[in-house]
């Protein structure tokens, strides 16, 4: 079975300082990762894939595979950071069919300035 | 593109009422997916679907049905809810088959007194 795990609930930081949210998954095959994001009142939304290696909003995510981890990092932290941030896993798509997304427990952020 | 929308948007059963869900997508996407939002727990998927008329259980489907008679559309149904369904449901989508980003919608709060 597939798991993914985000040991912090809550991350308080303040503007301008590094974040790093934890994930952790564990999973037999080969994974992709994602982070989702949902902001106050908005629906959640993907903030970054493991496959595309891209920084967005600042953000980056590194894929270990021998620590079975993607931890989210963002070196100066801003106050619209401030949200819910999910890691999920999409399982191999040849043996796990619909493309389902196991997500962890999520970390919400709060970046006080 | 209005993407991904749900009915109603809010919503408050007596135990042992019943309800359905609507979830509409705009986007031709074949998957679709049902998860339910609680407290620390993440999204835990309930039901999906892989196409028209197909219909399959997630991790959490007990006390729910769905349907999706046609594409854009999918269902989710609570026979006789119950208050440890309380909780807010959001609907995705996604293209096809492959490992592609999940859309997901407003969400529905509904709480069951």
């Known amino acids: 079975a597939q798991r993914v795990t985000q040991p912090e609930k809550l991350l308080s930081v303040f503007k301008g300082a590094p974040v790093e949210l934890k994930c952790n998954y564990s999973?037999?095959?080969?994974?992709?990762l994602f982070w989702y994001v949902q902001y106050s009142r908005q629906r959640l939304q993907l903030l970054l894939r493991?496959?595309s290696r891209e920084s967005i909003k600042g953000f980056t995510a590194d894929l270990n595979k021998g620590e079975t981890s993607f931890h989210l990092k963002k070196p100066f932290a801003q106050e619209e950071d401030s949200a819910m941030y999910y890691c999920?896993?999409?399982?191999?798509?040849?043996?796990?069919?619909?493309?389902?997304?196991?997500f962890g427990g999520g970390t919400r952020v709060l970046v006080k300035p | 593109n209005a993407g991904v929308t749900q009915t109603p948007k809010f919503r408050v059963l007596k135990t042992g009422q019943s309800m359905t869900l609507l979830c509409a997508q705009d986007?031709?996407?074949?998957?679709m997916y049902w998860y339910r939002q609680d407290p620390g727990m993440g999204l835990r998927l309930i039901h999906y679907?892989?196409?028209?008329?197909?219909?399959a259980k997630g991790e959490v489907p007990d006390g729910y049905n769905v349907s999706r008679l046609k594409k854009q559309n999918f269902l989710l149904g609570l026979e006789s809810a119950a208050p440890s369904q309380t909780s807010v449901y959001f609907c995705a989508s996604n293209p096809r088959q492959g490992r592609y980003e999940q859309y997901f919608g407003p969400g529905t709060r509904l709480t069951v007194t």
């Open positions: 679907s892989v196409g028209e008329g197909t219909t």
């Open positions: 493991h496959i």
């Open positions: 986007m031709n996407h074949e998957y």
């Open positions: 999973y037999s095959g080969s994974p992709e």
């Open positions: 999920a896993l999409s399982g191999d798509s040849f043996i796990d069919a619909g493309n389902k997304l196991t």
